[in-house]
């Protein structure tokens, strides 16, 4: 697994523990990663997996996708939003879409902002469902840990404004999501995925498919998408 911080590598990024100001220690450089890992564990409200995860996913996107309004639907927290913002300034603002925002979602946002003062005012929070938000041509809709048909709703709201996907689905369902007849040759969560990279390419976008690092979380697919 690729992270920065001497520390890191020695405790188990999947958990589910919260980091703290007990953790800082495990981030100890002076890079992007362990900088906003302390931020994290100063306002001790957020997921070990969650860091691991949100920054995991937003370097990948950013390697392929810069600029643009970054649309982060089922975002809780908001960290992956606030990450890609960091990773790619020329992005002006961040909206974070979900049906329920946590209430740590503000002394996240406040810790990070302290440490980066240029996000202030650049990142929404907006309570609702994936279609709630005005999606563009050119932004970013990226959303990760996207439960079952919760991923197809995103994909509707990219493919719909013609805009830039970054996707990590999981909680594949087999009464509300598309397997698109392949369960015969795959497994079911392998089946939905491939389903949703052909009903891409069909609407006219590029697809690019990655992993993120399966010690993180075994629903590790990632799936990029922009038009052709």
């Known amino acids: 697994m690729t992270t920065s911080g001497a520390g890191a590598a020695r405790f188990d990024p999947s958990s589910g523990t919260r980091l703290t100001r007990h953790d800082l220690e495990r981030f100890p450089s002076e890079g992007l990663f362990d900088r ?16 691991y995860e949100s920054w ?9 996708f810069r600029g643009g309004t970054v649309i982060d639907m089922g975002g809780g927290h908001g960290l992956l939003a606030q990450i890609m913002l960091l990773l790619d300034d020329s992005s ?10 946590p209430a740590s979602a503000a002394p996240l946002h406040d810790g990070i902002a302290g440490e980066w003062p240029r996000l202030a005012g650049r990142v929404t929070f907006v ?13 970013v809709v990226v959303s990760s840990h996207a439960c079952g048909a919760f991923a197809d709703r995103v ?20 009464d509300t999501c598309d397997a698109g007849g392949l369960t015969g ?26 992993t993120i690092p399966g010690a993180i979380t075994p629903k590790n697919r990632l799936l990029l998408g922009g038009r052709a």
């Open 127 to 139: 309570c609702g469902d994936a279609g709630s938000v005005e999606v563009s041509a050119g932004d």
């Open 185 to 210: 040759w795959m497994d079911l969560a392998l089946a939905i995925d491939a389903t949703r990279v052909a009903r891409l390419r069909r609407d006219g976008y590029e697809v690019w498919t990655q």
């Open 56 to 64: 995991e996913v937003a370097r990948r996107v950013r390697r392929r």
């Open 155 to 174: 994909i509707d709201a990219a493919v719909g404004a013609g805009a830039r996907l970054g996707l990590l689905p999981c909680c594949h369902d087999a």
């Open 36 to 51: 906003i890992g302390r931020a994290v564990c100063a306002t001790g409200c957020l997921p070990r997996k969650e860091l």
């Open 92 to 101: 002006a603002r961040a909206v974070v879409v979900d049906t329920t925002l």
